[in-house]
């Protein structure tokens, strides 16, 4: 199961921290990502973070702005981002891969907007 959390309506500039706590398989072997999906839109890969966290990628459009993150010891993935603007208006969604399985959260809205 993955939860997400920390969306919610923010300013153009701000900034919001997104978490999804994992639980119901091995969280520190399994790689993370979170995917995002605006309104009219496909579904999008925003941010990746392998099992140990060791390495990253970052969609074109969030870097620089966005940091993916992960405690292995609180099986919680984050996703920092900083210079929100309206193009980044979306659901937000936290995916695992654990071995072929493969996990979705449910999704947490973020808002961009004055």
């Known amino acids: 199961q993955l939860v997400e959390s920390g969306g919610g309506l923010v300013q153009p500039g701000g900034s919001l921290r997104l978490s999804c706590v994992a639980s119901?398989?091995?969280?520190?072997?399994?790689?993370m990502s979170w995917y995002r999906q605006g309104p009219g839109k496909e579904r999008e890969l925003v941010a990746s973070?392998?099992?140990?966290?060791?390495?990253?990628n970052y969609a074109d459009s969030v870097k620089g702005r966005f940091t993916i993150s992960r405690d292995n010891d609180k099986n919680t993935v984050y996703l920092q981002m900083n210079g929100l603007n309206s193009e980044d208006t979306a659901v937000y969604y936290c995916?695992?891969?654990?071995?072929?399985?493969?996990?979705w959260g449910q999704g947490t809205q973020v808002t961009v907007s004055s």
């Open positions: 973070i392998s099992s140990g966290g060791g390495n990253t």
């Open positions: 119901g398989f091995t969280f520190s072997s399994s790689a």
């Open positions: 995916k695992a891969r654990f071995g072929i399985r493969i996990y």
